[in-house]
């Protein structure tokens, strides 16, 4: 059986050591949560998770979701009592301002508890997830009534939420979407059509489910001009928030999937079902890209999850499974072989995944506080950075995290050998639930189409920029000194291949674009490895830190070095080879015509 | 429904054009194969595979094996159907020689059936190839009562074979197997004991099942110098190879695995079963070896064999799925939007897939010359010359073809979005299934302990050299001119990074067995790398000879050298940065203590 234990000490570290969490303390929430409030916060999370929600991953699993004919949805057993606990615990909540009955709390708290929620049953922390998503667009583009009657009912968990993009024939390209929407007297809209792939599109752990939808108001223009974002409840809701009588929309199938099966994944049919516009007509992408944004970096903490998760048990049994003798002689003469830890290929497995982690963890935490910035600070300098720098990252987060996430869930795997090809002990569950985060939300190449040619360019690179010269100048400031400058000296070598392919982007895109295309997603994983290098050697420099101020964490600080220090000697030289495919173009890949793949 | 076509034309151009086929003509066995034998044999081969065996691979699936209440074991529906033709075809005992009832045809081409069977149906393909593993050890190491009793049963697939190694405890370290052999009055042994994962183990599919086991003899020395082999057959065989009594060994349960669900992967357990000792006592592991060797070239095969039809449906996909818009402006602007092969990121992932895929042919089939030259040959030089190549490129092909093919399961599954995560499609299937791949006969992490801690060193060093010579003179003498230029430097660059691994490693490793062990991975990929790059340096050179002579093929050849071209420009620099990670050593990794993980 698989096990976890939530990171709480590693969440504490990079929190109030390396991102100085208490600087934001004027911040509206952020005031409430002091460093003793921050841990009581982390523990309890760290103890529904553990207790509650892990314990149903490995039989979810097993047991799926199961579609009657009545079109309802049973979720596994035990999901219904996880979900009440969750809610009433104010989790769903947790960063929806009290006026909508949530607790105002950090988002950056929020995504931590994601990030357990995900570790622990990621199946699960979808239907969570999925309504904090649907909330956040609510509130930013719903009318006061319709905040008024959805966000408190969904903030406290008694209803829950989904989006509603993809169709058979159009799933990057919204343009194509067809579902309908048509107008009626009383205002509201007939949507018809159907949607596939909806995570939590029908189940049994709420009331009530709130479908942001995208539709065509009739007459609209083509393509995604014309695209307009819904409300649809599965069950009509009357002015004061009681439920009437359900609306022509229903799950007309389960997918069988890869993985994630504790999540039921329908085809919903819209049949003439009631919906209401949120914000203008034919500007529903905008609206719903608040949803994806965070929805994508809720995607970029599952690959940190499963990655997490997975190492966890990998570590534990390197350290239990005896086979095999140390080259170097054997290191545990008494015992019939030694504990496979031993080996320097198991660690060099184990320490790709752990260095990923952490860093991972501090890219998440770093963005989480973006995020809130950009939404709190009373600063508006500060606020235009911080959103800045959250686009500029999102794509990059999504798309490395969980690259790289599902990769660790592999490799973490690989240590058991035949024992994690089979069910029993885990593993592969962990690498067919991370399967999907590479897919879903924006698959991989889109977040990296997405970052060469919209939010590099944006702004007149702007953002980019900005990014660079903050990593030059925390070199430039903290990478003097025999212990940091090894670490800097990585990051500035890393940085550099990342700005020449930068250069190489502006002078060779803009006149062929397919030369974006063909570097784009070397270029997000470049930037990928910048940016979790830049963290590595903040890091490293708070460690150092808590080592000369001596208060006993010698040892835990001592391994964030050493961990750091593998990450710069085996994992940051990647960036040349990124760099390398970058400039080779795309014309050997064009050159092929299509019938000769 | 996914599909497959054998890739015919490719495998007679690289037999015919690359590696010279006709060269060979005057081994046993090959002189009967003219070209248009070599064509004929091939295009049943692909007829069996695509028509029979790959219709029965997602039912398979779905399906999987049912283990009874009487320890029987009943396979998928049509599973019987397809493995008697298969067996009527001669497929089994095709390489085998005519004296025990086989074909006495090049090995070379059962390696071809078995990539073309894997690309159909791995998991059907596991009962056949098993049993082809388990009679190369039989006729090597069996006495001739033995090879007359069970090889024609074998070859002929009235009976089929399996391997037993692996016990609840004992894995890689086969040194800790304590399955025990108690000597009889007959002169035979009685087993006892359970062995776990042993594919194919029980079955509806054959009459009997010839179960090769290692298991310790009484009083045998501890340690891997006390294991003998024993041939363990699941119902007793009289003299003249008629049925007797079941002997007491039996299917204990089925395991739960993430993939190869149409193959019974079994527990067996042996309750003082009757077994012959195969060979000399306590020399079981020499004998083994045999088959695992040929196990670990049909275990690189499976990772081709997955990349393959996993690309093929990829390929097809995406020039049918419209989506989106070319970058370039509309590719077909009577269409809603474009095929998304006109996207360079999805060209890109096709071509890495592609680029491995013909490269991995050329060099899976070029081993599998070295092992008829190595047992067929006349010339002892020679056979000597290919028996060192293929020992030392072995765990080179067992472990790169299964993490690239794997890998590329994974990238093909991505074409197709969120269509590949469900079932559907088939892609998710192929990505299960190429996953055990690197992990049985031998973890990829052991592949590359054997490589560089026994296959470099071996004869100081002999066959290692004489690869570099062979690429290097390739290179000198057809690596001059405009057109072959390009791929000989490259290839010349990456074989350079090789020999600087290599010597480092003489330099560092001797001393220091852990900077071996911390190499040995990023070593195995960058000698992988490099036998890549040779193989599409040789393939480069065909090319532009075919293209010279002018026999109308051009466009076929042309996408030939702009695959290798991609090949050189994309993959291939990888080489730079494994050689970086070799470098850096042990010391990093070993610094961790267990407990800091």
Not at 133 to 159: C, I, T, V, Y
Not at 291 to 313: D, F, H, K, P, T
Not at 419 to 427: A, N, P, S
Request: glycine residues 10%.
């Amino acid at each position: 059986m698989p096990s976890y234990k939530a990171p709480v000490a590693d969440a504490l570290f990079l929190l109030n050591d390396v991102l100085h969490f208490e600087r934001y303390g004027n911040m509206p929430g952020f005031a409430d949560v002091s460093p003793d409030v921050l841990e009581q916060v982390l523990g309890e999370a760290a103890k529904l998770c553990e207790e509650v929600l892990q314990p149903l991953n490995q039989a979810g699993d097993r047991q799926g979701c199961v579609r009657h004919d009545d079109a309802s949805v049973t979720t596994p057993k035990g999901f219904k009592q996880a979900y009440d606990a969750f809610a009433a615990g104010g989790w769903i909540g947790l960063p929806i301002p009290p006026e909508y009955d949530g607790q105002g709390l950090p988002y950056t708290l929020s995504a931590l508890m994601n990030e357990f929620a995900s570790s622990a049953n990621m199946a699960f922390a979808m239907y969570t997830g999925l309504t904090q998503g649907a909330l956040a667009a609510l509130l930013r583009h719903g009318s006061d009534e319709q905040k008024r009657l959805f966000a408190p009912n969904m903030a406290a968990g008694r209803w829950t939420g989904t989006m509603n993009l993809t169709e058979p024939q159009c799933g990057t390209d919204l343009g194509l979407l067809t579902t309908k929407a048509t107008p009626q007297a009383d205002g509201s809209y007939a949507i018809t059509g159907q949607k596939i792939f909806i995570s939590a599109g029908e189940h049994d752990l709420a009331e009530n489910i709130i479908h942001l939808v995208l539709a065509r108001i009739e007459g609209a223009p083509l393509g995604v001009k014309g695209i307009s974002l819904f409300i649809v409840p599965k069950t009509n809701v009357g002015p004061d928030g009681s439920l009437c009588e359900r609306n022509k929309v229903a799950c007309g199938s389960l997918e069988h999937k890869m993985g994630i099966h504790g999540n039921a994944t329908c085809v919903m049919n819209f049949d003439g079902a009631k919906g209401f516009l949120i914000g203008e007509p034919n500007k529903g992408l905008s609206a719903m890209f608040v949803m994806m944004n965070e929805a994508r970096l809720g995607v970029a903490i599952q690959g940190l999850a499963q990655s997490e998760v997975a190492y966890q048990n990998a570590r534990d049994y390197a350290k239990e499974r005896l086979q095999g003798r140390s080259l170097s002689g054997p290191k545990t003469p008494g015992k019939p072989a030694d504990p496979i830890i031993v080996h320097p290929d198991v660690r060099r497995t184990l320490l790709e995944i752990k260095a990923f982690n952490e860093a991972a963890r501090g890219l998440v935490l770093s963005a989480a506080l973006d995020s809130d910035v950009a939404h709190r600070s009373g600063d508006a300098a500060a606020r235009q950075a911080a959103d800045d720098r959250l686009g500029l990252l999102t794509p990059v987060l999504k798309g490395v995290l969980t690259d790289i996430g599902f990769e660790n869930t592999v490799k973490a795997q690989q240590v058991f050998g035949g024992h994690g090809y089979v069910g029993e002990w885990g593993m592969e569950q962990f690498v067919r639930d991370a399967r999907i985060a590479m897919i879903y939300e924006g698959a991989n190449g889109i977040q990296a189409l997405d970052l060469v040619a919209r939010k590099l360019p944006k702004d007149g690179g702007r953002a980019a920029m900005a990014f660079f010269n903050e990593v030059n100048d925390f070199i430039a400031r903290e990478g003097a000194g025999p212990e940091m400058q090894p670490y800097a000296d990585a990051v500035k070598a890393a940085l550099g291949d990342l700005q020449k392919a930068t250069v190489w982007l502006m002078q060779n895109a803009l006149a062929k674009p397919d030369n974006a295309g063909a570097a784009s997603y070397d270029y997000m994983h470049l930037f990928g490895l910048v940016a979790l290098g830049y963290v590595w050697l903040k890091i490293a420099k708070a460690a150092l830190e808590k080592k000369a101020r001596g208060d006993g964490v010698a040892a835990g600080m001592d391994a964030k070095l050493a961990t750091g220090k593998f990450f710069m000697e085996r994992m940051l030289p990647e960036t040349s080879l990124r760099l390398a495919r970058i400039v080779a173009g795309a014309d050997t890949m064009m050159s092929l015509p299509a019938e000769m793949f």
